[in-house]
């Protein structure tokens, strides 16, 4: 059984504190009647709920079942697979190769083979932090954030790798660039990547 701080979070949310908000995730499974949304980010997971429908108590007592037994159904091979293929072009990629150690073709190399997976979502539509227990780097952030990050960069901060969906101020490190599109929103659903999804990184050309 996972180690779990479970808070009340107002009159409609439970908040659990936990290291692997992945295994959380795939504990937790499909939510009763009555749970509105499950909000994971880097250490914890929110539960809304309705009041009307479910009470705190039955909410807790779900987490608790789903922890002490999970399902024994392989949440990694079920979540979907989605390939991004990348020019590793990046303004950073040689510091970053630099600050882990390693050659730029290692770096790549080693980027390309990590098993990725959305650990959650945030910061702007559709950019997801992702995760790899294989990923053996973990890289700063810049000293001093650019005010514009072109769309569509793969970037490296801290045990994270990511994709900037749109223009936006950022301070990770840039290796590469993708023609993927990941937020449009006349798509159904509108981001390309949601927390479980997992992702591969291709070099393309």
Do not use: K, N
């Amino acid at each position: 059984m996972m180690a779990l701080v479970v808070r009340t979070f107002g009159p409609a949310a439970v908040l659990i504190e936990t290291a692997d908000v992945l295994a959380l995730q795939a504990a937790l499974g499909a939510p009763p009647a009555g749970v509105t949304d499950i909000v994971p980010a880097a250490e914890t997971v929110l539960v809304c709920f309705d009041p009307s429908s479910i009470a705190l108590s039955a909410v807790r007592a779900w987490i608790d079942r789903a922890v002490t037994h999970p399902s024994h159904v392989d949440e990694a091979e079920a979540s979907p697979l989605i390939e991004i293929g990348v020019h590793y072009d990046g303004p950073d990629l040689v510091a970053a190769s630099r600050a882990s150690g390693v050659s730029v073709t290692t770096l790549i190399d080693d980027h390309q083979h990590a098993h990725w997976r959305v650990a959650f979502t945030g910061f702007a539509p559709g950019f997801g932090y992702l995760v790899a227990d294989d990923w053996p780097h973990r890289l700063p952030r810049l000293a001093a954030p650019r005010i514009r990050v072109p769309a569509g960069s793969v970037a490296l901060a801290d045990g994270f790798s990511g994709v900037y969906p749109r223009a936006t101020p950022g301070g990770w490190q840039l290796i590469g660039t993708t023609d993927v599109v990941l937020f449009d929103p006349e798509r159904t659903p509108p981001a390309l990547l949601s927390p479980g999804a997992r992702v591969r990184f291709r070099e393309v050309s």
